[in-house]
């Protein structure tokens, strides 16, 4: 079956970078669409981040924008999230998604397949 792994999640201090990056397994074809999510406990799964690599086209909410940059790196399937200028806001556990067809990649509902999630805690 296919698996999505996230990559690059640890600890830094507030202002400071992290990349994450997630590979596809198992998968022969080109996703429509791929993103980021995020989930902090009791809070709802937030998509932060798509990339539509058939037409270039990106989405980003407005919580990271400005701040974050998805990015279609040269193997099938692969994108890093590059993340800047980071607050403790931004603490979660961040999963990379992914969509077959069509449909986006910012939704939950749309999601055909998910990575089992990276941590990223931001200290003061």
């Known amino acids: 079956d296919v698996q999505l792994v996230e990559s690059g999640g640890g600890s830094v201090q507030a202002g400071g970078s992290l990349t994450l990056s997630c590979a596809t397994f198992?998968?022969?074809?080109?996703?429509?669409?791929m993103g980021w999510f995020r989930q902090v406990p009791g809070k709802e799964r937030e998509g932060i981040a798509a990339i539509y690599p058939g037409t270039g086209g990106t989405y980003y909410a407005d919580s990271v924008k400005g701040r974050f940059t998805i990015v279609q790196e040269n193997g099938k399937n692969t994108v890093s999230l590059r993340m800047n200028t980071l607050k403790p806001e931004d603490t979660a556990t961040y999963y990379c998604a992914s969509q077959r067809y069509g449909g986006n990649c910012r939704e939950e509902f749309a999601i055909d397949y998910w990575g089992n999630g990276t941590p990223v805690t931001v200290s003061s």
């Open positions: 198992r998968y022969s074809y080109n996703f429509h669409c």
